[in-house]
């Protein structure tokens, strides 16, 4: 396999990647390249049984949102409210875990049911561009 094949569909290419971090850029690129976020969804879904919690959190209702954006695509948006809602209630926005490369909101679920919980707090969860998808600084 040649390691700029990976690289050959992205706007990121592998020369733009400092040295250092190559080898971990190609690993998370043939990752990537049969990653389908959709196929992930309904898998993940499936398979609940095996990831226990999944779409039964105790503590928040989930409510999806999706945010016009200046180039006229839709930024899809997760609102985590506690069940109970107080007043006054701090609010996080959660930047899901992934170098800004991979990654989605909805695998950060169980912390998000643990912070309403203990604190009642609102959290927001944008599934933003990731990076090999549109570079600095559109991503």
Same mark, same amino acid.
């Given at each position: 396999? +040649?390691?700029? !094949? &990976?690289?050959? +569909? ?6 733009? &990647?400092?040295? *250092?971090? $190559?080898?971990? /850029? ?23 049984? +095996? ?6 959190? *105790? ?13 006229? !695509?839709?930024? $899809?948006?997760?609102?985590?409210? @506690? *069940?109970?809602?107080?007043? +006054?209630? @701090? /609010?996080?926005?959660? =930047?899901? #875990? #992934? #170098?800004?490369?991979?990654?989605? @909101? ?5 912390? &998000?049911? /643990?912070?309403? *919980?203990?604190?009642?707090? &609102? !959290?927001? =969860? @944008?599934?933003?561009?990731? !990076? ?8």
């Amino acid at each position: 396999m +040649n390691i700029m !094949s &990976i690289f050959k +569909n992205y706007k990121v290419k592998y020369s733009m &990647i400092d040295p *250092k971090m $190559r080898w971990d /850029a190609f690993k998370g690129r043939l990752f990537q390249q049969n990653f389908n976020k959709e196929l992930f969804i309904e898998h993940y879904k499936k398979e609940k049984k +095996n990831f226990p919690g999944f779409d039964e959190w *105790k503590n928040i209702d989930i409510e999806e949102i999706f945010i016009n954006r200046k180039d006229n !695509s839709k930024l $899809r948006t997760l609102i985590a409210r @506690p *069940k109970v809602l107080k007043e +006054n209630v @701090p /609010a996080v926005l959660w =930047l899901h #875990g #992934g #170098g800004y490369a991979t990654g989605m @909101p909805d695998k950060a679920m169980f912390y &998000i049911d /643990a912070f309403a *919980k203990e604190s009642s707090c &609102i !959290s927001i =969860l @944008p599934e933003y561009t990731l !990076s090999v998808e549109k570079p600095y600084p559109a991503a």
